[in-house]
Structure formats: C-alpha cells, structure tokens
C-alpha cells in the first residue's frame, strides 16, 4: 500500500498537469476566437459595402428615372439633384425643383410602413428648416424602392407620397394612381 503522502503527491500533480492542459487548450481557444472574430468583421465589412453598393444603385436608378417618371403628369423638373445635404443635420437623397415645387425623393432598397413614418413624420418637416431657399415652394415628398409590397405602396401613397419603385425590365415606374394628388409637406 502507497504511503498516503505519496498519494496526495501524486493527486497535486496530476491536477498540476491538468490545469496546465486546461491552460493550454485555453490558449487554442482564445486563438481560434480571435481568428473568428477577424473573419466575422471581414464579413460584416463586406456585408456592408454590399448594403452600400445596393443602395446607390437604387439611388441612381431614381435619379435618371424621375424627369421621364412624371411626364405623364405634366411635371418638369428644372434641376433634380442628389444626396443633398446641410452637414451634419440632415441629408436628402433626391431633390427636384419645379416651378414653385419640390419633390423630396427618399430611396429605399426595401420600402416598410416604419420607413414611410420616418420619413414624412421627422425628415421631411425639417426640410425647409435646413435648406431655407425653398422657404417658398410647395414641398412634395417621394419615396422609391427596389421593393415595394403592394401594401406598403398603397399606404405610403395614402401618406400623401409619390412612390417609385423598378419594373421587370430595370427601369422605373411611378405607383401612384394617375389621380392620385401629393400632399404638402412642411
């Protein structure tokens, strides 16, 4: 029979060398997660560009589309402009201006209810206030998406907004009813 020391030796040591694998393996884990966490921001980076790029195809597409959008209903756009921003207080996507009206176009990739409050709830009435110039124009809003359930357009429609969406060919298309009338924004 092992003299009970020896015992207790044996059982520190082996809980030493456990401790010292656990130590170990800890070290590997720690490793594996930051490599993970690299490749999980590697992701989210690209995950976003992405989000970018979309985005500013839906913007383009808007823009090139809005004069041809609304030559059915008589309106001209002298200037439609993009990304107009006052620095730090707001930005606008699309802004177009005809005689004593302005068409303020948010762009969307996918259009819901909660995006349509947003915007004619809390960015829409600041306009005027950032961009002073237009004090005296009627201010008229848009709302374009790649995406649009039909739902969501007739609500935002009902809201007093154009909206604007991509056809099957790629081009766009105005949802609005031919007698559907804006509401004044502002």
Not at 149 to 161: F, H, I, N, R, S
Not at 172 to 186: G, I, W, Y
């Amino acid at each position: 029979m092992e003299p009970r020391l020896d015992r207790i030796e044996k059982a520190v040591e082996a809980m030493l060398l456990g401790i010292s694998e656990l130590k170990e393996s800890q070290k590997k884990t720690d490793e594996q997660m930051r490599r993970t966490d690299a490749k999980l921001d590697r992701i989210g980076k690209q995950l976003a560009d992405l989000g970018l790029v979309q985005g500013e195809v839906a913007e383009e597409l808007f823009y090139r589309n809005l004069r041809s959008l609304f030559k059915n209903r008589k309106v001209t756009f002298e200037k439609v402009r993009r990304n107009v921003k006052k620095k730090g207080k707001g930005e606008y996507d699309i802004v177009a201006v005809d005689e004593g009206r302005v068409l303020v176009v948010e762009v969307k990739n996918k259009l819901e209810k909660r995006m349509v409050n947003e915007f004619i709830e809390e960015r829409l009435p600041r306009f005027k206030e950032l961009f002073p110039e237009y004090a005296r124009y009627r201010v008229e809003g848009g709302i374009g998406a790649l995406v649009v359930k039909e739902d969501v357009g007739k609500y935002a429609e009902k809201a007093g907004l154009y909206v604007m969406t991509q056809t099957d060919e790629g081009g766009a298309a105005l949802l609005n009813r031919d007698d559907f009338e804006p509401k004044e924004f502002s």
